[in-house]
């Protein structure tokens, strides 16, 4: 099976639905930002306090070439993945890019804020998908909206790979 990839907001739902799909598909799971926390040794909360955005995303460019030489896997991004170009094309080389939308409103009152550096200020989520939003419908291949379950969400999925 090609790898599977999944973008979107923060808080949207990319890792809980990543690790279900991929239990359900029988395939690896890899979730970015956990490996970024493994290899750095540091929450990412902390990167961002100690270096900044910039080196946030250089490691997780890095990162991301890292687990993309593999097969039948599923990766859960961050949020900010579309933010460079060039992530974005080696995604689309190697996986098959579903966008998880989820209502931001819905996203504020659910999500935990300690380890998204991000949504410290909550106001700021509406900002980032103002920025984001066209990058996230340009660059997948389906978008899949997460107003259900997780369970739903990610039968979605799968109904869209079985008539690909
Ligand atoms: N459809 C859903 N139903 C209930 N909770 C959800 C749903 N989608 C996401 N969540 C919850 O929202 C929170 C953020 O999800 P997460 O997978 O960490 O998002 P992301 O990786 O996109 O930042 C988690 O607590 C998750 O359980
Ligand atoms: O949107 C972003 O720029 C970020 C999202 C986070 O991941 P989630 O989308 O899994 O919350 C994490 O990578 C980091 O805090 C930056
Ligand atoms: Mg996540």
Known sequence: MKNISLIGMPGSGKTTIGRVLSKKLGMKFIDL?????????????????????????????????????????????????????????????????FYIKRDLDIIINNVRFDNRPLLKDKNNLYKLFEKRSMLYEKYCDYAIVNDASIYDAVDKIIKILQED
């Open 33 to 97: 930002d956990r490996y970024i926390e493994e290899k750095a040794q540091m929450k990412i909360t902390r990167i961002f306090e100690m270096y900044g955005e910039d080196y946030f995303r250089n490691i997780e460019s890095h990162s991301l070439l890292d687990v993309l030489d593999t097969e039948n896997t599923v990766i859960s991004t961050g949020g900010g993945i579309v933010t460079r170009e060039e992530n974005m094309i080696f995604l689309k080389k190697k996986t098959i890019i």
